[in-house]
């Protein structure tokens, strides 16, 4: 059994900023990728950021230059700074995590952490 655990969602004004945090927890043998994704309302889910276990990233078109994922490898722990938030930036954000566990590598998703952008 894997948990994912995020924390650091919130209701910032524009120009703002946030640190996300998700948190991998249970029979875990490695962790090949961890990453956010954000679904507004009315939209489909898209990619924020991921971060392979090199620490190799990749970023959606819309963050880059304003957020930055990160990792804490002893501790299974993905971070996402974000910097110069938008309202367009608004949207529950899910940590998503490729786990090798005992009978294979399927992918896990967080339960969601709000972000509001607003004044």
């Known amino acids: 059994q894997v948990q994912l655990v995020e924390s650091g969602g919130g209701l910032v004004q524009p120009g703002g900023s946030l640190r996300l945090s998700c948190a991998a927890s249970?029979?875990?043998?490695?962790?090949?990728?961890m990453g956010w994704y954000r679904q507004a309302p009315g939209k489909q889910r898209e990619l924020v950021a991921a971060i392979g276990s090199g620490g190799s990233t990749n970023y959606g078109d819309s963050v880059k230059g304003r957020f930055t994922i990160s990792k804490d490898g002893a501790k299974n722990t993905v971070y996402l700074q974000m910097n110069s938030l938008q309202p367009e930036d608004t949207a529950i954000y899910y940590c998503n995590a490729k786990i090798s566990v005992r009978d294979g590598a399927p992918n896990y998703w967080g339960q969601g952490t709000q972000v509001t952008v607003s004044s």
């Open positions: 249970g029979s875990i043998f490695s962790i090949i990728a």
